[in-house]
């Protein structure tokens, strides 16, 4: 039996209701942050702490995450969306059975749709809430609207940045457009952020002071500091063996420090009041919005 038809069967015993999905959404004013990696390293971080991992590559046009987990998908969402298949065709197995979806091009055409095909592609994806205790959307750089739909329909937003002085300008540009979103709730959305690639806590701790304090100052929209990820051979030579460097290394530096991220946002506190919104409301969401623009 493999996995996919192990997963079928527990969701078929289980019919007493399921928590709801966590679904954190990683994202990036610009590319070559780091937002991938950052996504995939949580995974593995939040797998050792117990809990279940399904990663969305909402990065359309570019697999990041299948190239660095070294797996190929079969199907991706379109194929679910518009070929038919099983929520569980589509996920592919990777590293320490952390789950990934490929986003190929299915959420372009949403708008075009029908109420009843809408509502059959929301039940689908509910029965990722019974497959996962933890969703990852990896979204795609830059300030598209699909990225900001991803972002307005996600509760938890966790943003990448480098001490580049490009990438913080880029990073307060994408906070300000989602500030200015129609959809965008500044009450139901956590927004941390994450430095990569410096040489210190130190440095990292200044990279987020110098963006928090254009946002306090021009957006008034609250953001924390999540940790800092530093430099580390380890994590390069990681990368060009597609493999997570939690899994290669898990004594390096860069793997201790997503550990530590990990802990701090499974703690009990900062979960008691994080509302929790599920696979199937987080897409109605973005569903919602598609077709008042459409």
């Known amino acids: 039996m493999d996995q996919a038809e192990q997963l079928r069967n527990v969701i078929k015993l289980n019919l007493a209701p399921r928590p709801l999905a966590r679904v954190i959404t990683v994202t990036s004013g610009k590319g070559g942050v780091g937002k991938s990696n950052t996504s995939i390293n949580l995974a593995c971080q939040f797998k050792r702490l117990g809990q279940r991992v399904i990663i969305l590559d909402a990065d359309f046009g570019l697999a990041n995450i299948e190239i660095m987990f070294g797996a190929v998908p079969k199907y991706n969402l379109s194929d679910m ?73 996600s509760g938890e937003i966790l943003v990448v940045a480098t001490p580049e002085p490009t990438s913080i300008t880029d990073s307060y540009s994408l906070l300000k457009a989602l500030n200015q979103h129609p959809r965008y709730s500044r009450e139901e959305s956590r927004i941390k952020v994450v430095a990569n ?30 940790g800092a990820i530093p430099q580390d051979r380890h994590l390069e030579e990681a990368v060009m063996q597609q493999m997570p460097v939690s899994m290669q290394s898990p004594n390096s530096k860069s793997a201790i420090a997503f550990e530590k991220m990990a802990y701090v946002l499974m703690d009990k506190e900062y979960d008691k009041s994080l509302v929790k919104r599920g696979m199937a409301a987080f897409f109605s969401h973005i569903m919602a919005g598609n077709k008042k623009m459409g």
């Open 81 to 153: 969306i518009y070929q038919g298949k099983s929520i569980m065709d589509i996920i592919t197995w990777g590293p320490m059975d952390i789950g990934f979806i490929s986003g190929g091009s299915g959420i372009s055409g949403l708008s075009n749709l029908s109420h009843d095909y809408l509502n059959y592609i929301v039940q689908h994806l509910s029965k990722l809430d019974a497959a996962a205790d933890i969703i990852i959307i990896d979204t795609g750089a830059g300030i598209s609207d699909a990225v900001l739909d991803f972002l307005v329909a």
């Open 197 to 226: 690639k410096v040489s210190d806590e130190i440095e990292g701790e200044a990279l987020y002071n110098k963006l928090n304090t254009v946002v306090n100052r021009y957006l008034h929209m609250p953001i924390a500091y999540l």
